[in-house]
C-alpha cells in the first residue's frame, strides 16, 4: 500500500490539492461577500457547492464523482462553520428546522448537480472520442500521403 502524503497532488485518484484549492477559494469568497456586502453565508452556500462542482469535474479525469462529491461536501461542513461563526454572532437562534432545511437543501442539490454534471462530461467526452475516431477511420495514412504539400505562393528569386 501507497504511503499516503499531501505532498502530492493526486493520491490514488483523489486530487487532493485541487479540492483544497478550490474550496479554500470558494470559502474565502463567502467571507468576503459575507464581510463587505449584505449577502450571508446562508444565501451564498448553494452558489459555493454549485461552483466546487462546476470547476472541479472538468479538471479530474478518474473519479471525478467522488473528488466532486468529497469538494462539495467539505464546502458544506466550511458553509456551516462559516454560519455559525459570523452569521450566528449576536443574533438570536434560528429554529433548527430551517437551519437544517437551509443546508440540506444546498447540500442535495449539489450532489445532484454533480452527480449530472458527471453523466454529462463523460457521456461528452466518449462522445468526443468516438467522432474523433471516426474522423481518423475516414482520413487513411494513404490518403494524407496521396496530396503533397503545395506551395501557395512562388518562392522569391534573387536578383544577381
Keep these: 500500500m501507497a504511503e499516503f502524503n499531501f505532498s502530492k497532488p493526486v493520491v490514488n485518484g483523489w486530487h487532493w490539492r485541487t479540492l483544497a484549492l478550490t474550496v479554500a477559494a470558494i470559502a474565502l469568497l463567502q467571507i468576503i461577500l459575507d464581510v463587505a456586502t449584505k449577502y450571508t453565508v446562508v444565501m ?15 479538471r479530474i479525469k478518474e473519479r471525478r464523482l467522488g473528488n466532486a462529491l468529497v469538494g462539495v461536501t467539505a464546502i458544506f461542513v466550511i458553509d ?11 443574533k438570536s437562534p434560528v429554529s ?11 447540500l442535495l442539490l449539489g450532489a445532484f448537480v454533480c452527480f449530472g454534471y458527471t453523466r454529462m462530461t463523460d457521456w461528452s467526452d466518449r462522445k468526443r472520442a468516438e467522432r474523433e475516431a471516426r474522423r481518423r477511420a475516414e482520413t487513411s495514412p494513404a ?9 501557395h505562393h512562388s518562392k522569391k528569386k534573387r536578383r544577381k
Design 44 to 58: 451564498t452556500a448553494p452558489l459555493g457547492v454549485l461552483f466546487v462542482g462546476y470547476l472541479v469535474i472538468p
Design 80 to 90: 456551516l462553520i462559516l454560519q455559525f461563526a459570523l452569521d450566528m454572532h449576536g
Design 96 to 106: 433548527q428546522g430551517v437551519f437544517l432545511e437551509e443546508n440540506g437543501m444546498s
Design 143 to 151: 490518403q494524407i500521403q496521396a496530396h503533397p504539400a503545395r506551395r
